[in-house]
Structures are given as C-alpha cells and as structure tokens.
C-alpha cells in the first residue's frame, strides 16, 4: 500500500504546484454561477429556488473540465508503461488517481459552493446541508470520471468526447444530490436521499477503478 | 564452485553444508552465508509469435530465446516491429498465437511486474525536480534504501549537479537520461529498452552501455531495440526482418 500513498502524493504535489488546472475549475465554477442572476434576471425567489440546482450543474462541468488531466500527461509522457510494470494492479493506480483528483478538485468545489450561494440568494439555513451533499457527492464525480479519462486517454483533443461519457453518468449524483436540498427543507428530512447519494459515491469507489483499469489496459496497447 | 559459461554467467549453486534452524538469513552477503544461492538463471523464451497491430500482421511466427546474462539486440528497418515485439514480452499487447514464457523468476508475478520497462517516454514529470522524480519511481516500484540507489543512479547518469533542477528545464538528452536512471533504482531482472540512445550524447550512451554490462554481469537480462552498437561486453544481435513488404528497402531502392 506504500506505493499507493506514493502515489496519492505525488498527484497532489503535482496538482498544487502546475496550480493551473484547480485555479480553471474553480474560475469556471464562478463565472458559470456569476453569470446565471445576469441572464435570469433580479427574480430572488426564482434564483433561490433554483440554486441548488445550479450550483450542483455548475460543480459538475466544472469537475469535467479538469478530469481529462487524470491519466492524460500520464500517457503522454510514458508514465503509464510504468504503472503497468509495478506491482501495484492498475485498478489500484487508477483508484489512487481518482483519489487525488477528489482531494485536489472535488474537496475545492465543495467549499466554494457556499461562497457562490451568496451570489444566488441561497437561503442560509441550507449551506450545511449543500456543502455535506457535494462532499459526499462528489467522490462518484471522480471516480466515475476517471472511466471516462482513461477511456478518451488516446483521443487527441477528447475533451468533449469525455464529457458525452461521463455526464451521463452523473446523472443519479444530480438527481439524489438535489434531491437530499429539497428534503431539507420539508418535514420528511434529508435521511433517505442522503443514504442513497452516499450509496452511489460508495458504488462508484468499488467499480470506477475497475473498469477505468480495464480501460487503461486497452490504451497500453 | 561457480561453473562459468562463455558468456561469464555463474551458473550451478554452492553447495549448502551446515544450515541452522530456520535457514541462513538471505541478506547475508556470501562469504558471511555458506548459503548464498546465485539468483537462478533467467531465460525468457518466446515461441511462435503471431501479433497484429491495426489489422496487419506485424510478428508472423516469429520465436527467441534470451538468457540472463546477455543483453539481445533488435536491429530491424522500421517499421520492422522492433515496439511491438518489446510491448508484446512485457505483456502489454496481446498475441493472436504463440507463447511468451519468463523462467527462473518470481512465478507469483507476471513479466511486467518483473521487467523495466523503457520505452519513447521516459516517464519524467515536468514540476518535479530531477531528484523528486527518482525519488518517486524509487518508492512507487518498493525498493529498499531508496534514498542511497536514487543517489548512485543520479551519480551513474551524471544527474548529480543538476539534483534540485525542475525537470522542465531539462535538456531532452538529460530527460533520456533522468528516464533511464529509473533502470538503476529498483531492481528487476528484465530490461526492455526501446531506442534507449535517443538524443543521448557519446558519454551517456557509454554510461548506457557500462549499465547495461552491469547489469548482464549480474544475470540480469537486457532486450534493447536499437540501430547503435553500444560496444556491450555480453551481447547478441535478433534481426527483425521487415513483415511488410512496403517497409522494405530494397537494395536497388538504397542507391537511388
């Protein structure tokens, strides 16, 4: 498990000091939010109401945007030949890929939500709520994001092809992470979205190293 | 005693006389060990290979035989199927047919978890620093006293000074090199090396070659795909004749 640790580390070092990739994710994650009271217009109730919704689309394309970085410069740079060679298994190389990408992009997005909440007349009593969704969500964002990137590796330019892949994917995080906001505020509380949200990340964690693995073995060749 | 073959292997075991409860501790070195065993012969044996890339049959029927202690050298146009080949021993393509059989080492691992493996990239990681990156590969493939082999494969690929550098600023010759001192930090009997030599100078490509004599010198086996001699103490040529008959430069085509 040593070289796993390794591994994490590295990524996270590599991440914080090229800098560029999270200060992009996290740009966008503003812009996009900045920009929707600016194109819905002053309407406060309408932007409260549907800012989770917004805030969550938002973190997701956001995440999109840096999850081609995963196995990319890997690949071009002959890393990947070497992984293969180590006795970690490659399900295990992708597993502590994703993991860094958690801890570098998903952790980030997830506290910046509240901050842009602000800009969407998000009720405050929620912010506890929307930050524990996204920090529980956001595990199946990388790990289910990392099939994706280990599937468009080869393709040049694949950035969209990556996004086709993966969005629909993150289709159960949206639903039950939007889901677990509006329970919140209803008498029913926020206990069985928040399970099954928490059941998708978990799901994600246990297969998206695998076939992101399986994908990985094909781009070897 | 060490039989010797002509190739300077040691071969055959000294015999063990007195073993105490428990057996002698392995690290022992071997005048303190009556029982150091010399690493078994490794042979890496291929039969048959049948492998296709892109719809062509690149490797048709082709068989080798390496034995620890040499390094074997593919020649071959390109286009001949020199990656191929290397790719498909470490185990990364597949084959239509054919066996690929390492003997004598560790049967619980496959021969990629046995081989290094070099090939266009050198692996190298631009905001890491020269030391960094070794460092890694040191911890990342589990060696023991990564932090003394990282030193001595800086010191044998002439890295030293330039230690504490990012490897951004690297030329693409000290980037070959920074990829190639990755063979020295963590021991594994297989050496695949694809081009090693590319942009490296004269006296890099003698460090090359003087790593590689040690490396044979130790029963390890080397497989390099290269158009240079290198001036290796142990070795032996594989021609690859080209499969396509398009790659083929004929010689009435050479003079034109």
């Known amino acids: 498990m040593n070289a796993f640790w390794t591994l994490v580390g590295r990524d996270i070092r590599l991440a914080v000091r090229e800098g560029g990739a999270l200060g992009t994710a996290l740009g966008f994650f503003l812009i996009v939010v900045a920009m929707m009271p600016l194109g819905l217009g002053p309407d406060l109730n309408l932007l409260s109401r549907i800012a989770p919704g917004i805030l969550w689309i938002a973190l997701l394309l ?21 992984f293969a060679t180590a006795s970690l298994p490659l399900e295990l190389v992708a597993a502590a890929k994703a993991l860094a990408h958690w801890l570098t992009t998903g952790i980030p997005l997830a506290l910046l939500a509240p901050v842009l909440g602000v800009l ?38 694949g950035g969209l092809l990556l996004a086709l892949i993966v969005l629909p994917l993150y289709v159960p995080t949206l639903i039950f992470g939007i889901s677990v906001i509006s329970a919140s505020a209803g008498p029913s509380g926020v206990g069985s979205s928040f399970l099954i949200l928490m059941a998708i990340s978990l799901i994600s964690i246990a ?15 | 005693m060490h039989r010797k073959t002509e190739a300077g292997v040691n071969i055959g075991r000294r015999p063990c006389a007195v073993v105490p409860p428990g057996g002698w501790p392995r690290r022992l070195p071997p005048p303190f060990n009556p029982c150091f065993h010399e690493p078994a012969i490794v042979k890496l044996v291929a039969e048959n290979l049948v492998v296709d890339r892109g719809g062509r049959t690149i490797l048709d029927g082709l068989s080798l035989a390496a034995i620890g202690g040499e390094a074997l050298l593919l020649t071959g146009p390109n286009g001949a199927g020199k990656t191929t080949l290397l790719r498909t021993l470490a185990g990364f393509l597949p084959q239509v047919s054919g066996t690929i059989r390492f003997e004598g080492g560790d049967a619980d691992k496959t021969i990629a978890e046995q081989a290094h493996v070099v090939g266009h990239g050198n692996g190298v990681k631009a905001n890491l620093t020269v030391h960094e990156n070794l460092l890694f590969w040191a911890a990342f493939l589990e060696t023991e006293a990564a932090a003394e082999r990282v030193r001595t494969a800086l010191t044998h690929f002439g890295l030293d000074a330039l230690d504490h550098y990012p490897a951004a600023y690297l030329s693409a010759g000290q980037k070959r090199r920074l990829g190639l001192a990755r063979l020295l930090v963590a021991h594994r009997p297989l050496w695949f090396l694809d081009e090693p030599t590319m942009s490296l100078d004269t006296a890099s490509t003698t460090r090359l070659a003087v790593a590689i004599d040690a490396h044979t010198a130790g029963g390890g086996l080397v497989l390099a795909a290269t158009h240079l001699p290198l001036g290796l103490a142990r070795a032996r040529t594989f021609d690859l004749p080209s499969a396509l008959p398009g790659f083929r430069t004929t010689a009435a085509e050479a003079r034109l």
């Open chain 1, 62 to 82: 956001a995440a999109l945007l840096s999850l081609g970085r995963i196995f990319e410069t890997d690949y071009e740079d002959g890393t990947l030949d070497v």
């Open chain 1, 120 to 157: 969407l007349n998000l009720d405050v009593k929620t912010y506890p709520v929307l930050m524990a969704t996204m920090l529980v969500g956001t595990p199946a964002v990388s790990f289910l994001g990392a099939i994706g990137a280990a599937l468009t590796v080869k393709a040049r330019r």
């Open chain 1, 207 to 221: 297969l998206g190293p695998l076939a992101a693995a399986a994908a990985l073995r094909i781009q070897l060749q």
